[in-house]
């Protein structure tokens, strides 16, 4: 099924100045983009993009970081795109993650891990349309 799932590279991805080669092994793997900006997040829409996670030990430091400097939100679509695309970013931790994959290569630890992925193709359009309003979305090559 063709998917669509949302990619932020994290303010450490646009910090370590690594934003152009992780859009490369984005494109490589196949991934049309759809919309991408580069924005700074306040606490206040970290914290509601995150809601999920409220309450976890680690929630304040996460908003903290993900608001911390700006980061590129980017829509993307592929056949079976959300599992393609968080085999290619590897495991949570890069402790855990595949070798080759982006937060292995890339990441410093659990926290600071280079890149979002949407969790399922529901959550890749829910999260989508938190970013991007319709008109930013180009489906055309
Ligand atoms: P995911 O990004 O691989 O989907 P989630 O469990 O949805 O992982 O967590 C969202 C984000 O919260 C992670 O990408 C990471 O930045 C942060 N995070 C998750 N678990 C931990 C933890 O145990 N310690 C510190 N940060 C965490
Ligand atoms: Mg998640």
Request: glycine share 8%.
């Amino acid at each position: 099924m063709i998917e669509r799932t949302l990619a932020i590279l994290k303010p450490d991805c646009v910090r370590k100045k690594l934003t152009g080669e992780v859009i490369a092994r984005i494109e490589k793997a196949g991934f049309k983009i759809l919309g991408m900006k580069k924005i700074k997040l306040t606490k206040e829409t970290a914290s509601g993009f995150y809601a999920v996670h409220k309450g976890k030990p680690f929630y304040d430091g996460l908003v903290e970081f993900m608001s911390s400097g700006p980061c590129i939100p980017i829509a993307l679509e592929k056949e079976n795109a959300v599992a393609d695309y968080r085999t290619l970013i590897g495991a949570t931790d890069p402790k855990d993650a595949a070798p080759g994959t982006i937060r292995k290569l890339f990441a410093d630890n659990k926290s600071e891990n280079i890149v979002h992925g949407s969790d399922s193709p529901e959550n890749g359009k829910i999260e989508i349309g938190y970013y991007f309003s319709k008109k930013e979305i180009i489906e055309l090559d």
